[in-house]
């Protein structure tokens, strides 16, 4: 593993260290990820087997009808068959 990769998790780990709050960890962890890897658009997606669905819980890069239209797709689309295989 390169230095820039061992940086990106010590970064993350520091985050999810720091921060009481799960969402807000998350959410801060694709910041991160975001600025590493130069990426516009992420979010992270956590299935709860209570109610058999796929719910996005952390954004980053998306406005709120970007993530309306997430959460409207996400069980009608490749990500459900991506999770399911």
Partial sequence: MNKNSLETIQAIIQILNDSQIPKSSFSSVLETLAA???????????YQAANDKLNPVAV????????????????KSLFRNVFEK
């Fill in 36 to 46: 590493r890897f130069d990426v516009s658009r992420s979010f992270l997606l956590i």
């Fill in 60 to 75: 980053n890069g998306l406005n709120a009808a970007d993530f309306r239209r997430l959460e409207n797709k996400v069980e």
